[in-house]
């Protein structure tokens, strides 16, 4: 199932940017906690937030995002914002660092916050499309295996992302190395997605990715 065409692919974009999510999201709360001195109340704000934001935009706003743009769109549009929030949180940390702002009586909190939340929404908007592709390319009688795959390939990524953030973190230039590492691989991917559209397109015409029957004698 995973070595199919019109798979591994997909597989591979979901895994490589499970990584880059999860090595952000172990390093994010260190340097907060360690660099900008959050404690654990402020620490939990930013957490449940983004929480709280994704739940509302996965009840409210996921459908007509993918009715709009189309759950490749989607994906695309969810790898390359998450790019730019992890610059863009980079920058307020090492910002607020060198500033030595008091972050409980400035705006830094509230940028991190807000920050935080576009970061996940774009997050949980890739996943949450990519998901619909692969289960979309297979028929009914094997989305549950895809399902149970995709999750234990992300198993797998919770193993060493975390290791490899923390690593990056203390020993490979701080946290401007992984937001830099994480959009580079955003950037990357959505390049690999588009690619990928246009191979399937050019072998199976405009349902490529989708599961037809001319998919399943092809493979």
Known sequence: LATRSHIWPLLAVKVVGGVAR???????PLVLKEGLDFDPAQLGVVMSSASLAVAVF???????????????????????????????????????SLSGSLLSTSPVFIQICTASIAHALASHALATSLTTMTT????????GAILG??????????????????????????FWTVALINAAIDVALV???????????????SAGGVYTDKDEHSD
Do not use: D
Request: proline share 4%; hydrophobic share 45%.
């Open 22 to 28: 999860s090595m952000h999201s172990t390093a994010l």
């Open 149 to 174: 795959l995709e999750h234990g390939l992300f198993s797998f990524v919770g193993v060493f992302a975390p290791t490899a953030g923390t690593f990056l973190l203390a020993k490979g230039g701080g």
């Open 136 to 143: 979309g390319a297979v028929p009914p009688s094997e989305r």
């Open 191 to 205: 390049g690999a997605l588009y690619t990928w559209t246009q191979m399937r397109t050019k072998r199976f015409g």
């Open 58 to 96: 996965g009840a409210l706003a996921l459908k007509p995002f993918t009715n709009t743009l189309g759950s490749e769109g989607l994906a695309r549009l969810g790898l390359s914002f998450r790019g730019v929030m992890a610059i863009s949180i980079a920058y307020i940390v090492s910002s607020s």
